[in-house]
């Protein structure tokens, strides 16, 4: 139709004002994006009709029904919340409540370093927006750094880093003969990475392997983190998803703040506090005083103003309510527990179950590993093969997100894996 | 003459510029390469076996500077630390009352109290948002009737507000239009080149405000926009101008739109008043719907900051009209691409409470005369400060400005030592580029305002 009535209701014949080009599309050089590898297989998973299917694949937490839960100390503060509906932006570092009580969590209740305000500290988009704010800030202060990955990694850590323009390099990590850690090859690394790299390091329940290095040996690479002179970054998305005790799961920080590094840390309420959706998180940078963690905290700040302006108010308030009450922090801790306790309860029963079914391989490290994955040694085929011929979605790397497992479940997903893996 | 302002995106770290011009964030790279020179072995220490040399507490970012105040932002912060019983404050873009409170609207308490009682749980959004956000929030600014979305020819996807949304764009452009330029309009929201130069897409500025008039420099804007490397990208006020109030006229938009065709531009439209600035949802819409009824290709960033008063939620969507569906798909993947690096998906809560709204027909209505109520407000306001301008001011100045610009701002034609007087003398706090929010203004206040400006105008140069 080339002819158009305008706004001011006057007929106009387009197809005089159009320009050579007018016609073909902009966006023609535009390639579909290859779909993400771990949100893409819940997109499968839903799409699939069969019954019995099973979804062992992204990491959100889910009760013996294989339900989303609410935990009851979000649903107290929902009811809380839900007076209070003034929405007025929030200062651009966010809940100033929130954060503070965030960075207890990870830093320890009676932290001196809190206290001297030591810390630079932001609320972010959950983890991802933690790490990416992060990677920016590294990008644009540190320009000429790069950051060690661990191998493997959440594959998104790639893409932030990516993104940010830093460049990367990868430490060994998981040993695949073992299926635990590969610590001398990742000392090694340590060592031989130029004086004063980014490392990112998961300080506990790893992503997706769920092995975690030992107290001894956390020690070890925090020495010779400072020996080189190495910037410490943890991303800690499972506080108290591993071990069941948040400060239990914070322990490989500690030693890193004891031993005097100033290290950064994302964190994340999404697991921990089952709020996934609504994005809630923080950036913390620990710095040599408090001037500087005011300089440090603005220039956070200026990053996020032109990524999103200031960050989303409701999950923030929730957090805030909870920890800010002794009796609904003390109901959370109770309800982290419970959730840590039916992963190492489905853990035994998996590993039993394909015990019991005659399995000539090794299943040892599914109770070895810990937090919400289970890094199962399956390949990318046998991974397709549970998928095609059992319905049953995991990431290709052969991650199984404990969280999916049920006592409704378990038996079926042990036999499957059994079948896909007998033949070695 | 063009008087545009070529802005490159910075590609590193200290060149970008305020929106003053001046250097920000000076650094000092040093620490990030002392590591290789110095001797980092000051003390050893035992612990326990292990005997340590410990690095010294150097820290790597000793050279950081102080970020400057936002400039709108900061205004806030500033009229809280004053304590003068008749101070005012005009800053941000906030609705407030008649009684200068914030404004919850009833249809959102509504929607929030409905969303309790769903008792719905907080999984992750897929990356592109809550769908039926995405549903409604393009039939409201298209149409639902409207051929483009019958056609799924849209690829929407829910973004962090109207910054977040504008971020996701601008890393497309980058992404698929390496060293294409978006024109921005002098002046513009602040926030704008910010979020152009942190996507590092290179931007500059065509004509927009004429301190003359106080109105539109129609003919330098056509001019520039004329004159832009063909391919560009325009982003445009879909209406009520921020900071100006000065929108085009429905003609001045035909011509717009010829011009953007002429030069196969694409039309980037931010509406972040949708509602706002005639109080009417749809009429607000009419330069996009009339771009979009040309079969051009349109990107338009949406924000529910302001019309449904979400702003704390982070609540907006990224829309790119394409000439075809799939088009529409492949764009919108990579749209998701961009956002997963950034946040991984975008936060619940306001979505499902603009889902609510906008897709119950009862609430919708109720939401289309609180708007009318909100901008009929402003409308008042605008009325009554005019009056007080015209008869307090004897000396013939026109001030009929106030009355033709439109939405929440106005730009009152001030300089900025004109505004430090307002702010120092009168206690009003308002944006230094002469900017006030009439959302921040009561009726009762009309008068000493009046007074303040005339006192600045007149007396202050």
């Not at chain 1, 006057?10 to 016609?23: C, E, F, L, P």
């Not at chain 1, 069969?50 to 990491?59: A, E, F, L, Q, S």
């Not at chain 1, 019991?356 to 990318?380: A, E, V």
Request: net charge neutral.
């Amino acid at each position: 139709m080339a002819i158009s009535r305008g706004l001011s209701g006057r007929m106009i014949d387009r197809s005089a004002v159009v320009g050579a080009r007018y016609m073909s599309s902009w966006w023609r050089s535009v390639q579909p994006a290859p779909k993400d590898p771990i949100l893409g297989v819940t997109e499968a998973f839903m799409a699939d009709p069969n019954p019995d299917k099973v979804n062992v694949g992204v990491g959100a937490y889910r009760d013996d029904n294989g339900k989303p839960v609410v935990l009851e100390c979000v649903r107290e503060a929902e009811r809380r919340v839900a007076g209070n509906l003034n929405m007025e932006y929030l200062p651009m570092g966010g809940s100033v409540k929130m954060v503070e009580e965030t960075l207890k969590l990870a830093y320890g209740e009676n932290s001196e370093l809190i206290k001297d305000r030591r810390i630079a500290a932001v609320q972010a988009l959950s983890g991802t927006g933690a790490c990416r704010l992060f990677a920016d800030f590294q990008k644009r202060f540190c320009p000429n750094s790069q950051i060690y990955i661990p191998v493997p990694t959440w594959s998104n850590h790639h893409n932030i880093w990516r993104d940010a323009h830093v460049p990367q390099k990868t430490y060994h990590y998981y040993h695949p003969e073992s299926r635990g850690l590969d610590f001398a090859a990742m000392i090694d690394d340590i060592k031989n990475a130029p004086n004063g790299s980014f490392f990112l390091l998961h300080p506990c329940a790893h992503n997706p392997t769920g092995v975690d290095p030992t107290e001894e040996q956390w020690r070890e690479i925090s020495h010779h983190i400072k020996v080189k002179g190495h910037f410490p970054f943890f991303d800690m998305a499972y506080q108290g998803f591993a071990s069941g005790d948040p400060e239990r799961d914070a322990k490989s920080i500690r030693i890193f703040l004891e031993d005097g590094h100033h290290i950064g840390i994302a964190q994340s309420y999404a697991k921990n506090m089952g709020l996934y959706g609504q994005r809630v998180g923080c950036l913390s940078v620990l710095c040599e005083d408090e001037k500087q963690a005011v300089a440090v905290k603005s220039q956070l700040q200026q990053l996020a103003r032109p990524m999103y302006s200031n960050p989303p108010v409701h999950g923030a308030l929730i957090v805030s309510i909870i920890l800010g009450d002794p009796d609904l922090k003390k109901l959370w801790l109770k309800e982290v527990k419970i959730m840590a306790d039916r992963i190492i309860g489905m853990r035994t029963a998996l590993r039993g179950n394909l015990e019991k079914l005659g399995s000539p391989l090794s299943w040892q490290h599914i109770t070895n590993q810990i937090g919400m994955f289970c890094y199962s040694g399956l390949t990318p085929e046998q991974v397709d093969r549970l998928t095609n011929e059992f319905h049953i979605y995991m990431t290709r790397n052969g991650r199984i997100s404990m969280a999916g497992v049920t006592t409704g479940n378990v038996e079926y997903l042990a036999n499957a894996i059994h079948q896909v893996s007998k033949s070695g | 003459m063009a008087s545009s302002v070529l802005s490159l995106a910075s590609a590193g770290p200290s060149a970008s510029l305020s929106s003053n011009g001046i250097e920000k964030g000076k650094l000092n790279l040093g620490n990030c390469f002392k590591k290789e020179k110095t001797n980092l072995f000051l003390k050893t220490k035992s612990v326990g076996r292990i005997s340590m040399v410990v690095a010294s507490d150097v820290s790597r970012f000793e050279g950081i500077t102080m970020a400057p105040p936002d400039p709108i932002l900061g205004v806030s912060e500033a009229f809280k630390a004053d304590n003068h019983e008749l101070k005012l404050n005009l800053g941000v873009g906030a609705y407030r009352t008649e009684e200068l409170q914030p404004y919850v609207l009833d249809v959102v308490k509504k929607a929030d109290k409905l969303l309790l009682e769903k008792g719905e749980n907080r999984e992750y959004l897929p990356i592109e948002g809550l769908a039926a956000f995405n549903k409604v929030t393009a039939e409201l600014l298209f149409g639902a009737d409207n051929p483009v979305i019958k056609q799924q020819r849209v690829a929407t996807v829910q973004g962090l507000s109207g910054t977040g949304s504008l971020r996701l764009a601008a890393a497309l452009i980058e992404r698929y239009f390496p060293g294409a330029k978006v024109l921005i309009s002098s002046p513009t929201w602040g926030n704008h080149k910010n979020i152009f130069n942190d996507a590092r897409v290179p931007w500059s500025e065509y004509r927009y405000y004429d301190p003359k008039t106080v109105g539109l420099d129609f003919e330098g804007m056509i001019a520039d926009i004329k004159e832009a490397p063909e391919g560009s990208f325009i982003l445009l006020h879909g209406c009520a101008h921020n900071p100006t109030g000065i929108d085009p006229t429905p003609e001045q938009w035909e011509t717009i739109a010829d011009v953007i065709q002429e030069k196969n531009h694409i039309p980037f439209f931010d509406i972040a008043y949708q509602g706002f600035a005639s109080g009417s949802l749809d009429t607000d819409a009419a330069s996009v719907r009339m771009f979009v009824a040309r079969g051009m290709e349109v990107i338009a960033a949406q924000s529910y900051s302001k019309n449904l008063g979400l702003y704390a939620e982070r609540i907006g969507a990224i829309n790119v009209v394409c000439s075809s569906s799939d088009d529409a798909a492949r764009v919108k993947s990579q749209l998701k691409r961009i956002a997963r690096p950034m946040y991984s998906n975008p936060p619940v809560h306001g979505a499902r409470i603009v889902a609510s709204v906008v897709g119950d027909a009862a609430l919708f209505k109720e939401w289309n005369a609180e708007m009318e109520m909100m901008a009929g407000r402003i409308m008042n306001v605008r009325q009554k400060l005019f009056d007080s301008l015209s008869s307090k001011d004897k000396s013939g100045k026109d001030w009929s400005f106030v009355l033709r610009q439109i939405g929440m701002f106005s730009f009152t034609g001030l300089n900025k030592a004109q505004c430090d007087n307002m702010t120092n003398k009168w206690h009003v706090y308002m944006t230094k580029d002469g900017r006030i929010s009439l959302a921040g203004l009561s009726l009762a206040k009309c008068e000493y305002l009046a007074d303040a400006i005339i006192d600045s105008y007149h007396n202050v140069s």
